[in-house]
């Protein structure tokens, strides 16, 4: 607004200019302005037409990638026109790091600009490349871009905003957990876990005679008129495992008092490396949590299934869960395990634990489920009990991450942030 304020100042003085020449008879007043207004013309069509036949072209070479990998990012600017083009700047998000390169302060929030200054000629294409560091896991918007030019003389700017934009998934990190918190399963045949094997109803075996505490719904009614005393239906045995995984994004004792970013950031760690070791061990898994993902306002419920894409779909959902807690996790739980099949066992991911949270274990474990507690908080593990197994990997977890690059990046933006 006040560049344009100016410009129009400039083009009014060139004209006081002629006005004031005409009545004073001084031509060289006269010319003066007139060839202001001619330079002001030029630089208004000049300006006018700079940003026209302009194309800018954003390739990302993958649209998803996990924390601490590296994107290949490149960008094409086109001018298919005989005048040339100054700059072009790109939003890029705080989360993704340009490597080697000096970003900009941007207008917009969590943002910088990537700029790229270039003497374009005319009908000349320029390629940038660069690499993208994840460096922390959500789902990103990469641009829009402005292209910024002018007239030779330096009167009028222009300015394009594009509309397009990229988006990049980074899915949260993967490490190695020093024990095994899920129940497997054998390739083939029977379940080898702490619970009995189960009948699996999608697997007839035939019909017996009837035996006391048969469930009713069992009894062949058919088989049974046929042969004149009850009959209950047989089924082979079950050759899945199946685990729900819970995921508590609590990590202080009321949400009102805020979260720690820290131990959230632990808890998806650790779930999302869970969930890789309970698909390589091949059994049916799902997953909820009292937090949503940032592309829903509901709370995040995936069923149980063996689908080879069942991996995926988890870490997509945890690449953008949010720290909005949306009802204590006690209630999830509670109305997950009414509806967990048969000998399902629960695992629950957790970096704080309540008394209430405790009660809500032991009453799952009382409903016939395995109940295993994965505890990364920084405090004293919990004593739940002796009979839910209980893993302590806060400790290990805090260890690895003494290791990444972005946990310290984190902690040096805090104590700059302090000081």
């Known amino acids: 607004m006040l560049s344009q304020l100016w410009q129009e100042l400039w083009v009014g003085l060139f004209a006081v200019l002629i006005v004031i020449g005409l009545f004073a008879g001084q031509g060289i007043l006269i010319a003066f302005g ?26 990302l070479g993958s649209k998803r990638a996990f924390i601490g990998e590296e994107v290949a990012f490149s960008v094409a600017l086109t001018n298919r026109k005989p005048i040339p083009l100054p700059m072009v700047e790109d939003e890029i998000p705080e989360a993704v790091e340009v490597v080697g390169e ?3 302060v941007s207008p917009s929030s969590h943002t910088r600009s990537l700029r790229h200054r270039t003497a374009m000629a005319w009908y000349e294409r320029v390629t ?48 190695p957990l020093p024990k095994s918190v899920i ?19 999608s697997r007839p075996a035939g019909v017996r005679d009837y035996q006391r505490g048969d469930p009713l719904k069992a009894i062949d009614w058919k088989h049974s008129a046929r042969r004149q005393r009850l009959q209950t239906r047989v089924y082979e045995p079950s050759s899945n495992v199946t685990v729900m995984l819970a ?98 066992t629960l695992v629950l991911v957790a970096a704080y634990v309540s008394p209430d949270l405790e009660d809500a274990l032991r009453q799952v474990k009382q409903r016939g489920h395995p109940v295993s507690l994965v505890y990364v908080g920084e405090g004293e593990c919990p004593q739940v009990g002796s009979d839910i197994k209980v893993h302590d990997l806060g400790g290990y977890v805090a260890a690895l991450e003494a290791e990444w690059p972005e946990v310290q990046a984190a902690k040096r933006r805090a104590k700059r942030e302090a000081a």
């Open 183 to 201: 129940p497997g399963a054998r390739p083939v045949g029977d379940v080898r876990t702490g619970s009995p094997v189960f009948q699996d109803a």
């Open 102 to 104: 000096e970003l900009a």
């Open 247 to 344: 995921v508590a994004v609590d990590t202080t004792s009321h949400h009102w008092e805020g979260y720690s970013a820290a131990l959230l950031e632990r808890v998806v760690t650790v779930a999302a490396s869970a969930a890789t070791q309970a698909m390589e061990r091949r059994v049916s898994l799902g997953m909820f949590s009292n937090g949503a993902s940032a592309a829903s306002e509901k709370v995040l419920r995936i069923p149980p299934s063996r689908d080879p894409d069942q991996l995926h779909i988890i870490l997509e959902s945890l690449a953008t869960l949010r720290p909005i807690v949306l009802g204590p996790i006690t209630r999830h739980l509670t109305e997950a395990s009414r509806g967990l099949p048969l000998g399902a």
């Open 128 to 175: 940038w490349e660069y690499r993208l560091r994840c460096t922390r896991r959500g789902y990103f918007k990469i641009g829009p871009a402005a292209l910024d030019s002018g007239d030779i003389f330096g009167f009028f700017d222009s300015r394009l905003q594009s509309d397009k934009a990229d988006y990049l998934l980074v899915f949260p990190r993967i490490v």
């Open 34 to 59: 007139v060839m202001g207004l001619v330079v002001s013309g030029v630089s208004w069509v000049w300006s006018r037409i700079a940003l026209q036949d302009v194309s800018y072209e954003r390739r």
